[in-house]
């Protein structure tokens, strides 16, 4: 007698993600200790502070460590890549990196990772990243891939990253709750600025992000990209306050820095038409410290070129005829302005 076929369900990557990015959220917690982070409840909800010291009550010195950016890193992700810390190579200036690897990569980095929601409640502002940006589902390009959620009735926690020196206040944690349609007692979040060391891992591990956000602002189907790896240098924090700073070398170590490889399922004339346009230095802002360009636009993101925003080098892998495009370069005499170092 025949064996009856595998019944295979719908997969939902709302659901799949916040759920496995919660079971890391927690066991995060039951290690904050070890991850030299301070668990918090404000509104019901619970936080994972690594890095704002807003509420720093036990541990002398900043919060956070390289393994909480990691664990930030994979909450962004949705748990669903590898990230660790590798050594880096000779032109990055630095010796060590980020490197991710996900074969999920447009649910895990434009699903999950990719800092879609600048949220703003009051006096408060943050860069939100995470699964949960699937409950809100209010991102254009989350409704054009099919990653809006469907079935928040389902979800047993909503986690999200949010990139901010301070922590939010119970107004803010309501309207979290309430965009992603679920009780603040479900939300789970994760706080480091990018001054820290927590907030510095967690930015750079966004490489293979980038690459896909810049194919999809290409109008290439990044349904397409079926595997990818990036890695990029680990660039020292800047001082604690300085904002501005922190978000330029975590910035640089993407532009000039970065490396990313993508296998795609495509035919040779759709990479060829996008393989060389996905670097950064394609961008006509490209080629100055970010912190530099972005003083330029008055501190406005919206305002820089956004074809700036990718790896400094993208390789395609095609899985239909074997080619391989790559194209960019590093940068090694801006990364050593911006990252302050003698060489």
């Known amino acids: 007698m025949s064996e009856s076929p595998t019944i295979v369900e719908a997969w939902d990557p709302s659901i799949e993600l916040n759920r496995r990015a919660g079971d890391l959220f927690q ?5 904050s200790l070890e991850l030299r982070s301070e668990v918090v409840n404000i509104g019901g909800a619970t936080l994972l502070d690594a890095g704002s010291g807003s509420n720093a009550k036990s541990r002398p010195g900043p919060l956070g460590s390289l393994d909480a950016g990691v664990v930030l890193a994979k909450l962004c992700l949705g748990n669903m890549a590898r990230v660790e810390l590798v ?3 000779s032109d990055m200036l630095v010796d060590q990196a980020v490197m991710v690897r996900t074969d999920r990569p447009v649910e895990a ?7 879609g929601w600048p949220l ?8 939100a990243s995470g699964p949960m940006r699937m409950l809100r589902g209010r991102e254009e390009m989350l409704g054009h891939l099919g990653l809006s959620s469907t079935d928040r009735d389902s979800q047993t926690v909503a986690v999200g990253v949010l990139e901010s ?10 309207s979290i709750a309430e965009d992603c349609g679920i009780g603040t007692e479900r939300l789970r979040l994760a706080i480091a600025p990018s001054t820290s060391i927590a907030g510095s891992v967690q930015v750079v591990a966004r490489s293979i992000e980038t690459a896909l956000h ?5 109008d290439f189907d990044v349904t397409k990209v079926i595997s990818g790896t990036g890695i990029a240098p680990l660039p020292p924090p800047a001082k604690p306050g300085d904002t501005i700073g922190g978000i330029g070398r975590t910035n640089d170590a993407m532009l000039y820095g970065a490396k990313v490889t993508v296998w795609v399922d495509a ?13 950064s230095n394609t961008s006509a802002d490209y080629g100055q410290p970010f912190a530099k360009i972005f003083k330029q636009y008055d501190y406005d993101f919206y305002r820089v070129d956004p074809m700036l925003f990718s790896p400094a080098v993208v390789t395609m892998v095609s899985l239909r005829s074997g080619r391989t495009w ?8 801006v990364l050593a302005v911006s990252f302050g170092m003698d060489t």
């Open 27 to 31: 066991h995060a917690v039951s290690s």
């Open 87 to 89: 050594a880096a190579e």
């Open 109 to 115: 980095c434009l699903g999950g990772q990719y800092a």
């Open 120 to 127: 703003s409640v009051g006096n408060y502002f943050a860069m």
């Open 165 to 174: 020196d301070q922590l939010p206040g119970e107004e803010v944690i309501a």
């Open 214 to 218: 810049k194919l999809h602002a290409l």
């Open 267 to 279: 035919d040779d004339a759709s990479i060829d038409q996008v393989a060389a346009k996905v670097p």
């Open 326 to 333: 790559r194209c960019g370069g590093l940068n090694r005499d």
